[in-house]
Nanobody
Framework: QVLLVESGGGWVQAGGSLSLSCAAS????????MGWYRQAPGKQREFVAR???????NYADSLRGRFTISRDNAKNLLLLQMNSLKPEDTAVYYC????????WGQGTQVTVSS
């Protein structure tokens, strides 16, 4: 079992930056891939970025270049650096992890004002 807890959300003006963290605990040694998803009001949850144990990353095409995912395996932390934020980035951001099961955090709210 894996527990994921996100932090770092908040309010920022358009053009600003935020950094999100996800702390993983439990059976973390079995995690293969970790990632971020987001869900805006009235919309489906969508993929943001993922990183595997080798450090290989994938990004949603629309976010590549503004968002950077990284992972501190020693501290069991997943990070998301978000730059040049836009109002359309407003959403609840969720941490995700896979071993033989899928795990989700509770989410953290990011609000970008114009």
């Amino acid at each position: 079992q894996v527990l994921l807890v996100e932090s770092g959300g908040g309010w920022v003006q358009a053009g600003g930056s935020l950094s999100l963290s996800c702390a993983a605990s439990g059976s973390t040694s079995r995690i293969n891939v970790m990632g971020w998803y987001r869900q805006a009001p009235g919309k489906q949850r969508e993929f943001v970025a993922r990183i595997n144990n080798s450090g290989s990353t994938n990004y949603a095409d629309s976010l590549r270049g503004r968002f950077t995912i990284s992972r501190d395996n020693a501290k069991n932390l997943l990070l998301l650096q978000m730059n040049s934020l836009k109002p359309e980035d407003t959403a609840v951001y969720y941490c995700n992890a896979w071993d033989s099961h899928e795990y989700w955090g509770q989410g953290t709210q990011v609000t970008v004002s114009s």
